[in-house]
T-cell receptor, first 114, second 111 residues
Framework: GAGVSQSPRYKVAKRGQDVALRCDPISGHVSLFWYQQALGQGPEFLTYFQNEAQLDKSGLPSDRFFAERPEGSVSTLKIQRTQQEDSAVYLC????????????FGSGTRLTVV | GENVEQHPSTLSVQEGDSAVIKCTYSDSASNYFPWYKQELGKGPQLIIDIRSNVGEKKDQRIAVTLNKTAKHFSLHITETQPEDSAVYFCAALRDARQLTFGSGTQLTVLP
């Protein structure tokens, strides 16, 4: 596609509910990143994939957060037993190859936990 | 890990004036410094970037300068226009994986 596509754009979850956020990167992009952006803050790194391999998950805040990219294209970020502090915008970015620093971000999914 | 500090947090300028946003970073191994513009409801959009082997880069009304010794880099926007109003983020990258962002600057260009 022309850009990075994320769905849903908005998600309201009750505390304790599981959610799944989807990212469709630009076709052919090898590298894929997830970031979390709290209100009024800069994005913070969550995890990085190179093709289907998750090479860095050091930013995931707890074991309730899980990400996958099974076929090296679409990625899903899953949050189990959501808490209020999980409320944020979740951004996905992709780049053509490792070392290619031209990251393209999607518009994000705004998650609100009530 | 890397720490990026960004100032000011808010900046208002008159249309046609210049705007300068400054960032400092902590990790001397960082080698790539992008600037992003984020409009309401959208993801960050890359507007200019600079690598550690370059001191200055310009693209029309936008320029970025880097002082590796002092670990400072700055964004300069000249002849500002109302459509430049947005939140601007600086960032630093060390190993092609984790971008570390500053806290953002809300730029308002007054007509």
């Amino acid at each position: 596609g022309a850009g990075v596509s994320q769905s849903p754009r908005y998600k309201v979850a009750k505390r304790g509910q599981d959610v799944a956020l989807r990212c469709d990167p630009i076709s052919g992009h090898v590298s894929l990143f997830w970031y979390q952006q709290a209100l009024g803050q800069g994005p913070e790194f969550l995890t990085y994939f190179q093709n289907e391999a998750q090479l860095d998950k050091s930013g995931l805040p707890s074991d309730r957060f899980f990400a996958e990219r099974p076929e090296g294209s679409v990625s899903t970020l899953k949050i189990q037993r959501t808490q209020q502090e999980d409320s944020a915008v979740y951004l996905c970015a992709s780049s053509l190859a490792p070392g290619n620093y031209g990251y393209t971000f999607g518009s994000g999914t705004r998650l609100t936990v009530v | 890990g890397e720490n990026v500090e960004q100032h000011p947090s808010t900046l208002s300028v008159q249309e046609g004036d210049s705007a300068v946003i400054k960032c400092t970073y902590s990790d001397s191994a960082s080698n790539y410094f992008p600037w992003y513009k984020q409009e309401l409801g959208k993801g960050p959009q890359l507007i200019i970037d600079i690598r550690s082997n370059v001191g200055e880069k310009k693209d029309q009304r936008i320029a970025v300068t880097l002082n590796k010794t002092a670990k400072h880099f700055s964004l300069h926007i000249t002849e500002t226009q109302p459509e430049d109003s947005a939140v601007y983020f600086c960032a630093a990258l060390r190993d092609a994986r984790q971008l570390t962002f500053g806290s953002g600057t809300q730029l308002t260009v007054l007509p």
